[in-house]
Nanobody
Framework: QVQLVESGGGLVQPGGSLRLSCAAS????????IGWFRQAPGKEREGVSC????????TYADSVKGRFTISRDGAKNTVYLQMNSLKPEDTAVYYC??????????????????WGQGTQVTVSS
């Protein structure tokens, strides 16, 4: 059974850090482009970051560049999103998604085949 499970969300103060994990079962993440998306209440789902399967290249939304880092651990079949210098506007439900494609993209969430259930990130003092 193909499954993605996110974890690592929580409540953090502005300026704090969190590391989200996206663990896969039933398939190898190494063969998939993996994207992180987020959705805040009343807003559209937006792309945050992604990592390609072909060459490991990464992409970041302008709003998170320099603060977030995506990485992949093939042995653990897990992709991480390290989030530093968090801001209140980062508050959202974060989802990871997988697409059987060589290169990842965050311009749209459509096209990704598998999705996790999401993990809540709240940045507040």
């Amino acid at each position: 059974q193909v499954q993605l499970v996110e974890s690592g969300g929580g409540l953090v103060q502005p300026g704090g850090s969190l590391r989200l994990s996206c663990a896969a079962s039933g398939f190898s993440l190494n063969s998939y482009a993996i994207g992180w998306f987020r959705q805040a209440p009343g807003k559209e789902r937006e792309g945050v970051s992604c990592i390609s399967s072909s060459d490991g290249s990464t992409t970041y939304a302008d709003s998170v560049k320099g603060r977030f880092t995506i990485s992949r651990d093939g042995a653990k079949n897990t992709v991480y999103l390290q989030m530093n210098s968090l801001k209140p506007e980062d508050t959202a439900v974060y989802y990871c998604a997988a697409d059987l494609a060589p290169f990842c993209y965050i311009s749209t969430w459509r096209g990704y085949d598998y999705w996790g259930q999401g993990t809540q990130v709240t940045v507040s003092s």
